[in-house]
């Protein structure tokens, strides 16, 4: 499990790139809360970890408020969130 920590790890860095003044604060405090209440929350069981932080970033890339230029990223890491998903659930 070290490679999906690290990987997990790596996504949060990703994610603190939302915590810019340009973009609205209601979605930095979403991505925030994302990476600490779920991503990184390791009380919880990897899979609900990675489908609610999955979860809110769809919501954030909906929002009608999102600087333009930050919806690849939340694209690029729902995709990297569903793959690491897929490999937990094989394993």
């Given at each position: 499990m070290t490679d999906i920590e690290?990987?997990?790890q790596q996504i949060a860095q990703v994610l603190e790139q939302l915590d810019d003044s340009q973009v609205p604060r209601n979605i930095r405090i979403l991505s925030k809360d994302a990476v600490e209440q779920h991503?990184?929350?390791k009380d919880k069981e990897m899979d609900l970890r990675l489908g609610m932080t999955a979860s809110i970033l769809d919501d954030i890339f909906n929002d009608?408020?999102?600087p333009l230029y930050y919806g690849p990223l939340c694209l690029q890491?729902?995709?990297a969130l569903e793959t690491l998903l897929t490999e937990?659930?094989?394993s």
């Open positions: 690290d990987r997990i991503l990184l929350n009608a408020n999102l890491v729902q995709t937990v659930r094989r």
